[in-house]
């Protein structure tokens, strides 16, 4: 909520206001005081607004967990469910090379975690199969908001298999310096788990809590819903149209 | 919340994973099924979560209005609050020139109003004492989510007295558009009320909405505050050290 109002103390009003006199001070004076006052309410109101909010989302949590417990078992049930789910998400499939999506058709379950208070952060844990990659069977990364509200970060340590890193496999040239100054993509899947240079606004830490933990379904059939929403005929007239478009392009 | 699941129908999985036959085709399809109907559950739960939440904030949004009320009433015996709240605010501030601010000492109450269903926008009034620059009483803006969630906003078409528009003083020669794209500030205060190119992430609406009008008081007094948080001695020592600093860059 808002910041502790500044302690009102007597204020000498340089006021260049027309016939502003000791007896208007003094009520600009008391106005302030009475000001300060009316604002401690609303501090407290607010203070108690957010309680209750947490209080809810706090219930809430705890209803829908045997749900998201349920949904894991079943997602559990269907081969490469996850690696599905992310290549057909856009943001998360620009940060997958060829050889991230092969290790994650190794994992098994991915599980978001936020704490009991919910503002102070959330886990994220990735469980994989026996690999070729790492020997790691967990993967997890972790957001924690102190009490002075900075974020911070922190994940297990990848143990790769012996030229096996993925994080060094592409961009090596590039240096990581310039690489940050410029905002771009880290240059693999994994090294997401190394970089703990902006623990406060994650990009894909939000988007597997934000987007894909609430429904990862739908962007696991995606690629199906939209092809069965068609017609066959549709499908087919579609097919011929952007053939024609890209030949035009070409030409 | 999340987005609706995509609709389930018979999907063939070309799963590679190893000894899969019909039978585990059919419990997978089956597995999607059941995912569907525990995600309605969930985001039943998100629905009810949201509604929950958006009460606590229309309970409290009624039990502020008194609070707001009274310190409007007390705002406007103090002389050239807003402009000394606006110009000791250091994103507004940026946006203040010269004449902004003389025209700012006629601003004599702000209000922010939320809308009842909150999530649907916010409106800003600015109301006026008589004078020279333009004769509207109130500028208002305001800003709407509509049922699909773009954002739009409208604002009071302002009108300047002769020779006065303070839209057209500076950077008159510069283009508009090459403005927009640089996203630079805009060049007057005003300016804002004719700008709805930004209507979802206005810098200026949600800095007086969410940072300055929780608690104005505190942008008010924070020169006063932090002079007076000093003993006279110390800032006498302080003032010194800045002149003397002052010196040794000059020299």
Known sequence: MSAPAAKVSKKELNSNHDGADETSEKEQQEAIEHIDEVQNEIDRLNEQASEEILKVEQKYNKLRQPF???????????????????????????????????????LTRVEVTEFEDIKSGYRIDF????????????????????????????????????????????????????????????????????DHSDAGADELGEVIKDDIWPNPLQYYLVGTALSRALHPQQLWEKVNFITELMLQMCL
Chains 1, 2 share one sequence.
């Open 127 to 194: 469980y994989f199969d026996e690999n070729p990659y790492f020997e790691n069977k967990v993967l997890s990364k972790e957001f924690h908001l102190n009490e002075s509200g900075d974020p911070s970060s922190k994940s297990t340590e990848i143990k790769w298999k012996s030229g096996k890193d993925l994080t060094k496999r592409s961009s090596q040239t590039q240096n990581k310096a310039s690489r940050k100054r410029q905002h771009e993509e880290p240059e693999s899947f994994f090294t997401w788990f190394t």
């Open 68 to 106: 998201f417990q349920k949904r894991s078992e079943l997602i559990a049930k269907i081969p490469n469910f996850w690696v599905t789910t992310f290549v057909n998400h856009p943001q998360v499939s620009a940060l997958l090379g060829e050889e991230d999506e092969e290790a994650l058709h190794y």
